[in-house]
């Protein structure tokens, strides 16, 4: 397995983690990704940690809370073994300070997040999401004291905007606080907007990205094909409307490109597409997926090799979609405003 400094900052990461998002029973939305037992996600644990894999990421909110139980009851005596990440920001009770990322709210909830994880600490503690009414100031401050405590060693964030994290980084850096080392970011080959603003700021800045839903909220994992219906399991019968909108000519024109390059590795379309964001600027780790053993000993075979410059040239191709303004505008001059490069 290979390993990776996540962002700037000493710690090393292996490039693919679990994430549980699929450990637990809760609300009816994280059940149709999945509902792990403790045994079931035990035995995902171990495979993991056979393969090298020794990160695991969940967040409060997951079967509101449950997935953080049943990751700490699948990692028990081996809490020296394993890196966890965990989230917090969105609600997790009736009261009015129940959310957001306050102090108020981020004390209670990293309190919550160890007792549930049965932790003394967190190695990555992120922002699920931005919250215009806290100020910045408050939620670094929070947060800097957490690590401080030795309650939380790394700080990142979650679904920013590029001003919400170089915002953040700016306070940080007049304060001498903690910063944020990684960005939790939606990024695939059919969702690559991370490329446009997030991107070119986590090379400038030092902010890795910890890449969730790589497979583009389950489209590119090989059962979406032209000129067929949706699978029967598939979890996109529930869950579509929650995640990024994909217009179909696009999606199977990228599949169609991806299968073409799966032929010729003789790997699985997954595969393929994992091994692309590997190999992309900033991407210090990839949260990958998975229901049960024989989608995680897939997931894993995404490492161990690389698609070829033509290969990953013919993925930008079909993958390539028409840029927002500033973005369109800055690239006719590349000379003075080049694309990040791995």
């Excluded at 994880?117 to 922002?127: C, E, G």
């Excluded at 073409?260 to 692309?276: C, D, R």
Aim: hydrophobic share 35%.
């Amino acid at each position: 397995m290979e390993f990776r400094t996540l962002g700037r900052s000493g710690l090393k990461v292996p490039v693919l983690s679990l994430g549980t998002a699929t450990f637990g029973a809760g609300s009816e939305v994280f059940r149709a990704i999945g509902n792990s037992s403790v045994t079931e996600a035990t035995r995902l644990v171990d495979i993991c940690l056979e393969a090298g894999v020794n990160m695991f990421d969940t967040a409060d909110i997951y079967h509101e809370g449950l997935s953080e139980e049943v990751l700490g009851q699948a990692i028990a005596g081996r809490r020296d073994k394993v890196l966890i990440s965990t989230k917090a920001t969105f609600k997790m009770g009736p009261g009015p300070n129940e959310i957001g990322s306050s102090r108020h709210h981020l004390i209670s909830a990293c309190e919550a997040s160890l007792r549930r994880l049965n932790t003394d600490y967190i190695d990555l503690y992120q922002m699920h999401g931005f919250d215009g009414l806290t100020p910045v100031e408050e939620t670094l401050s929070a947060l800097n004291d957490l690590v401080h405590s030795g309650k939380v060693r790394y700080i990142g964030c979650s679904n920013f905007s590029g001003w919400h994290l170089m915002k953040s980084l700016s306070v940080s850096e007049r304060y001498g606080w903690a910063r944020y080392v990684a960005h939790q970011a939606y990024y695939s080959l059919i969702g690559r907007e991370y490329e446009w603003e997030l991107m070119p700021l986590g090379v400038d800045q030092g902010v890795g990205c910890v890449v969730w839903s790589p497979l583009g909220w389950g489209r590119l994992t090989g059962k979406i094909r032209r000129n067929q219906p949706l699978h029967k399991e598939s979890r996109l019968h529930k869950t579509a409307e929650f995640g990024p909108p994909v217009p179909n000519d696009y999606l199977h024109d990228v599949v169609d490109a991806i299968e073409t390059i799966a032929k010729e590795t003789g790997k699985s379309i997954a595969q393929v597409a994992l091994n692309w964001l590997l190999q992309r600027p900033t991407v210090s780790n990839v949260i990958m997926g998975a229901r049960n053993e024989e989608q995680l000993r897939q997931n894993l075979g995404a490492v161990g090799w690389n698609l070829t410059p033509a290969q990953v040239a013919k993925l930008d191709a079909a993958s390539a979609i028409t840029l927002a303004y500033p973005y369109w505008h800055q690239r006719q001059f590349t000379d003075r405003n080049p694309p990040p490069t791995p």
